[in-house]
């Protein structure tokens, strides 16, 4: 392994501690990137990704959100599912909207937009847009700076307005 990439892995370590030390939202992972990136953006490298690594994370992403679910909500509240599937058509259609903008604007090719402005996950999308075609690293600041902004900004606005 070369130095650049030991850099960039200890970064991510050094900064998924600190994000939990200093009590970041899911602070692992929040910090983790954010030092991770900020490496990367220094050293001008990257960390070998892919094969293993992708179903490794593929599977521990699955086992969290299986873990952390409960199946039984839909039965306690049955009137949240067509709210849901309301939800995420309009999300949808707003989303598919913005591609459109990007690809006329920004000159975007339109499998990378829909990708960038996909509501998702961070892993998720990350491995679909990969999957799929898309222009990955465009695609992925996109989902970085939401997934970063909304982890930071979310418990702030949600304890103004939860009062």
């Known amino acids: 392994m070369k130095e650049k990439e030991l850099l960039i892995i200890i970064s991510i370590l050094a ?29 001008s490298a990257n960390v070998p990704a892919g094969g293993a690594l992708s179903i490794v994370s593929q599977v521990l992403v699955a086992y969290v959100i299986v873990s952390n679910s409960d199946i039984d909500v839909v039965k306690r509240h049955p009137e949240a599912v067509l709210i849901a599937l309301g939800y995420i058509a309009v999300l949808t259609a707003f989303c598919f909207g913005l591609a459109v903008v990007l690809n006329k604007v920004f000159h975007f090719d339109m499998k990378t937009a829909i990708f960038a402005t996909a509501p998702g996950g961070l892993s998720g999308m990350a491995l679909s847009m990969t999957e799929g075609g898309a222009e990955t690293p465009i695609s992925m600041m996109f989902h970085l700076f939401r997934m970063i902004l909304t982890l930071v900004l979310t418990p702030f606005l949600a304890s103004i307005f939860a009062r």
């Open 15 to 43: 900064g998924a501690w600190l994000g939990n030390k200093l009590k970041l939202p899911s602070g692992y992972l929040t910090g983790g990137m954010i030092a991770g990136l900020i490496a990367k953006a220094v050293v």
